[in-house]
């Protein structure tokens, strides 16, 4: 009985070590095909731009250079460190802002008809329309981009806000006021856990919309940031340097969205 149990043993691993590595393959595909998608456009950046003068479309080792160079001496770094400063102190506000706003415009008919007409007004008027009064207004320092940004994320997030509250299940809030509970618990046990995932778009919309604000925002009055770097390269006539802001902005946009994505699956599980 032993020696059967020896001789079958090798075999059952055998058998099991393709379907282990099947497993792996499968679940590493994805990044694979990534990996695939990223090379494979930039060998064709690569082909076109030797068809092309330089000045119209760089080719990757020129841009790749170009990094290089605005890393060595600090350029690109400040850059993104001054976007994303203007980004994530505009987007917080705005999203500190709409949540309570959409709550309170979604569970009260009478705010939402008070507040409806400026939301539904000012929502259709893009950021860079305000760039100008912006700069008349809060100066040309960091004050008037988080207010362009802080503009552009919370009519967003409201809207999605209210909703996620106009969602909720009559029912459930029937149900819970019939089990004796107050206004403040039925937001806190109901209406907030369902309205979560639509303040989590939202956000993440907001996030986006974002990034097409700075660069407007640092393109007309900044000295500082990858809007700002975009609009110098433009002026010296480095196309390379235009690719490498734009590049990093989407490296960047990525990265916080990311980040955001992580941290919304960590502290709020339970309600996505």
């Known amino acids: 009985?032993?020696?059967?149990?020896?001789?079958?043993?090798p075999t059952a691993q055998e058998s099991a070590m393709p379907s282990s590595l099947g497993r792996r393959m499968k679940a590493a595909r994805p990044f694979l095909i990534s990996v695939v998608a990223i090379?494979?456009?930039l060998v064709l950046w690569?082909?076109?731009s030797m068809t092309t003068s330089p000045l119209f479309l760089p080719s990757v080792s020129m841009t790749w250079a170009a990094a290089l160079e605005l890393i060595s001496d600090g350029t690109l770094q400040q850059s993104v460190l001054a976007s994303s400063?203007?980004?994530?102190?505009?987007?917080?506000?705005?999203?500190?802002i709409g949540v309570p706003l959409g709550i309170f415009m979604g569970r009260?008919?009478?705010?939402?008809?008070?507040l409806d007409p400026y939301i539904e007004f000012f929502r259709f008027i893009p950021p860079i329309a305000f760039v100008t009064l912006a700069v008349i207004w809060l100066g040309p320092g960091e004050l008037s981009k988080i207010a362009l940004i802080f503009y552009t994320t919370v009519f967003i997030v409201t809207l999605n806000t209210i909703a996620g509250v106009q969602a909720v299940n009559p029912l459930r809030l029937r149900a819970a006021a019939s089990l004796g509970a107050g206004q403040w618990k039925i937001l806190t046990t109901v209406i907030l856990p369902s309205t979560v995932p639509f303040m989590v778009t939202g956000a993440r919309i907001a996030m986006g919309n974002s990034f097409l604000t700075v660069?407007?925002?640092e393109i007309v009055s900044a000295r500082e940031g990858l809007g700002a770097l975009i609009w110098t390269a433009r002026n010296f006539s480095r196309t390379e340097w235009?690719?490498?802001?734009i590049i990093a902005l989407g490296l960047l946009g990525y990265l916080f969205d990311r980040v955001l994505r992580i941290a919304t699956r960590k502290l709020l599980a339970r309600y996505l």
């Open 215 to 217: 660069v407007s925002a």
């Open 46 to 48: 690569q082909l076109v």
């Open 39 to 41: 090379v494979g456009g």
């Open 108 to 114: 009260f008919d009478l705010v939402r008809q008070l």
């Open 1 to 9: 009985m032993t020696q059967l149990t020896q001789t079958a043993s």
């Open 242 to 245: 235009v690719f490498v802001g």
């Open 85 to 96: 400063g203007r980004i994530l102190a505009g987007w917080g506000a705005g999203v500190a």
